[in-house]
């Protein structure tokens, strides 16, 4: 596992910002599908690289544009936000130390 | 003269559009004795099928032109079920579960990056068609 986050970390971290990027965007333009497609490419890139609170994150934000895609209210809408915020926040300190607990 | 002949290694396809996890599965797989073939895109998911002809595929559920359930449907139709087709996905078992039963895959692997519990799972998939 070691091995694998030490072959591919660098690449996720830069790939998760330009997705990330997207991901944003998608909010700002209400598309839930789209976004709840780069979130799950997200969750699963994380999840082989052992980084479970960014795949748990994604997964969540996963559910909520799946949701607000099938067509509930806001609520979804403002979760998305909130896991895009965090997921942000936690690639940010994964780059600041160049790997861990992420 | 007895020569013994090298065992085949069974071939995984891996289907997904993510370059990070085509090659991490390659990673763990190829040193304990597969090949691995990986598509990032659909464009020419039948043309590798029938080239490579895999012992096993994995399909990503989540694709941005088709999603694997859907992939898998349309590929036991036209492929008469020749090939062992297993959801590959992050999701919870009880969903992949049911979208494999629905979608007529011979079951599921959950993503991982434990290369021990990757092969055990992928063993289980290929022991009967051997």
């Given at each position: 596992?070691?091995?694998?986050?030490?072959?591919?970390?660098?690449?996720?971290?830069?790939?998760?910002?330009?997705?990330?990027?997207?991901?944003?965007?998608?909010?700002?333009?209400?598309?839930?599908t789209?976004?709840?497609?780069?979130?799950?490419?997200?969750a699963?890139?994380?999840?082989?690289?052992?980084?479970?609170?960014?795949?748990?994150?994604?997964?969540?934000?996963?559910?909520?544009?799946?949701?607000?895609?099938?067509?509930?209210?806001?609520?979804?809408?403002?979760?998305?936000?909130?896991?895009?915020?965090?997921?942000?926040?936690?690639?940010?300190?994964?780059?600041?130390?160049?790997?861990?607990?992420? | 003269?007895?020569?013994?002949?090298?065992?085949?290694?069974?071939?995984?396809?891996?289907?997904?559009?993510?370059?990070?996890v085509?090659?991490?599965?390659?990673?763990?797989?190829?040193?304990?004795?597969?090949?691995?073939?990986?598509?990032?895109?659909?464009?020419?998911?039948?043309?590798?099928?029938?080239?490579?002809?895999?012992?096993?595929?994995?399909?990503?559920?989540?694709?941005?032109?088709?999603?694997g359930?859907?992939?898998?449907?349309?590929?036991r139709?036209?492929h008469?079920?020749?090939?062992?087709?297993?959801?590959?996905?992050?999701?919870?078992?009880?969903?992949?579960?049911?979208?494999?039963?629905?979608?007529?895959?011979?079951?599921?692997?959950?993503?991982?990056?434990d290369?021990?519990?990757?092969?055990?799972?992928?063993?289980?998939?290929?022991?009967?068609?051997?």
């Open positions: 596992m070691v091995e694998l986050q030490s072959q591919f970390l660098e690449r996720f971290l830069e790939r998760t910002k330009g997705r990330l990027t997207r991901a944003r965007s998608l909010l700002d333009v209400d598309d839930a789209a976004l709840a497609h780069e979130l799950h490419a997200l699963g890139e994380a999840k082989m690289l052992d980084l479970f609170a960014i795949a748990d994150l994604a997964s969540r934000g996963e559910v909520a544009a799946r949701a607000w895609s099938d067509g509930a209210d806001d609520g979804p809408r403002a979760t998305c936000a909130t896991c895009l915020d965090t997921v942000g926040k936690a690639v940010a300190s994964l780059s600041a130390t160049g790997g861990g607990s992420p | 003269v007895n020569k013994s002949i090298p065992a085949r290694r069974p071939k995984i396809l891996v289907v997904d559009d993510s370059e990070i085509c090659d991490s599965v390659t990673t763990m797989l190829e040193p304990r004795g597969y090949q691995v073939v990986s598509l990032t895109s659909l464009f020419a998911f039948t043309q590798t099928l029938i080239a490579e002809r895999p012992d096993l595929v994995l399909v990503d559920v989540s694709m941005p032109a088709l999603n359930d859907k992939l898998i449907e349309f590929s139709k036209h008469e079920g020749r090939y062992v087709m297993v959801l590959f996905s992050g999701r919870g078992a009880e969903e992949l579960s049911m979208l494999a039963s629905q979608c007529g895959a011979a079951g599921y692997i959950r993503k991982t990056g290369a021990e519990r990757l092969q055990r799972e992928v063993e289980a998939f290929l022991r009967p068609a051997r």
